[in-house]
């Protein structure tokens, strides 16, 4: 299996690390690359847009011609996991934030979503989370000014909600978190991932 | 469900998520837009950038909280602000005002020449400046989240960053082929806490986020300190004192994603207009250095 993370910008040493180590408990054999370029994404199995700045992304991957690719991979059906910029990025629909900018938003996946829900990173924080899913044993969620979830079409499966707000989703082969399994040591996210088809 | 606020995790992910970027210093909130549409991963809110701090002179404070805010108003991506070296009120005030990091900074004048500030006492991350592992590795051990090389700030001139930068890599590669029993005199001679000097030699990086600062003015010398192996680079007075920053900065921000491809780099270094006038730092009097304060 190859498995590609966008690597223009963000925590993208921490997600081919946490690859690294589902791929070896899942028993999956691979690699795991660092994109930079548009032509390495055709031949990907799997594809990871990390965490980061989500304003600072759009603009990169849209200059790197990256945003072309992955809309053409994605609707062959390519599994596409996005973490917190990842997930503002997937999405079709944004809040006020996303207009002021003029964020680039990739419009794959059935979502409105809110930027910085949480408020501000003195605001940031840490739960367990009940993801059914993943099993009964809950999932350490790390939220860093993180986005969530306003409005879910009906194609969209909720994954886990806290405080009334969506905080995972998935739309056939999509994959989205607002916050970052690839901060903690549980490598559940990620291993439900490489077996997402 | 427990929440948990300001934890370890939640202060040195935030960091983790600048990394590849690229962090400018603004001082109103029409720069901090020109810095947000030239896809900086954060701001830096100032009054003034440092060269004009260095050829101002006087007591250099926090800034004014509500330009500050004003800052925070005009962008959606995060503010950080600088405080004094220790002065632990400086930064109360800032984090409630609720800036998402601190740069504890030699750039403002020190307001404690012995101490820095316990940052663990705080829920916002900080940022502190190390010329080299044993000072990097000392202000982690009081609690920052993030490190960046502190070069010399308002020179325009990357080379004291270059000298930073390649020595706390440089240590650390010693560290690695180190006997375990060695460690321990080691960290005594960097003047740094034992568990992190043990914690770094296994990692083989800072524990924390490492970036670079203190000179940087063009796309080359951004991509020379992410090929040192910068993790992102912050640009003080090189962006808004050239003379056309917002094509600059873009410049700074493309050349840091795509630090080791020449092709880009020629690319974005072409047409950018004057770069900062900049100083030849062997004409700084002693007294003049701002690296030198904190220990």
Known sequence: MKIGVIGLQGDIAEHISAVHKAMREENISGEVVWIRKAEQINGLDRIILPGGESTTIGKLIVKAGIDVALREVAQKGTPIMGTCAGLVLLANEGD???????????????????RNAF????ESFETDLDISELGSRPFRGVFIRAPAIEKAGKNV??????????????????????????LTDDTRFHSYFLRLH | MKVFKGTVRVKRGFCQMTKGGVIMDVINGEQAGIAEDAGAV???ALERVPADIRAA?????????IKVQEVMDAVTIPVMAKVRIGHFVEAQILEALGVDTLDESEVLTPADEEHHIDKWKFKVPFVCGARDLGEALRRIGEGASMIRTKGEAGTGNVVEAVRHMRLIIGTIRKLQNMLEEELMSTS?????PYELVVETAKLGRLPVVNF??????????????MQLGADGVFVGSGIFKSSNPSIRAEAIVDAVAHFDDPKVLAEVSKNLGEPMRGIDIRTLAKEELLQTRGR
């Open chain 1, 119 to 122: 408020g501000r990173q003195p």
């Open chain 1, 96 to 114: 006020d934030h996303v207009v002021k900018t003029g964020q680039v938003l990739l419009g794959l996946m059935d979502i409105k979503i809110k």
């Open chain 2, 212 to 225: 670079a600062a203190g000179g940087i003015a063009t796309p080359a010398d951004a991509a020379m300190m």
């Open chain 2, 57 to 65: 002179g006087g007591v250099a404070r926090m800034a004014d909280p």
């Open chain 1, 157 to 182: 499966q909720i994954l886990a909600k806290f405080e009334d707000k969506i905080v995972a989703a998935r739309q056939k082969n999509l994959l989205v978190t607002s916050f970052h399994p690839e």
């Open chain 2, 42 to 44: 954060a701001v830096m």
């Open chain 2, 188 to 192: 005594k001679e960097l003047g740094a």
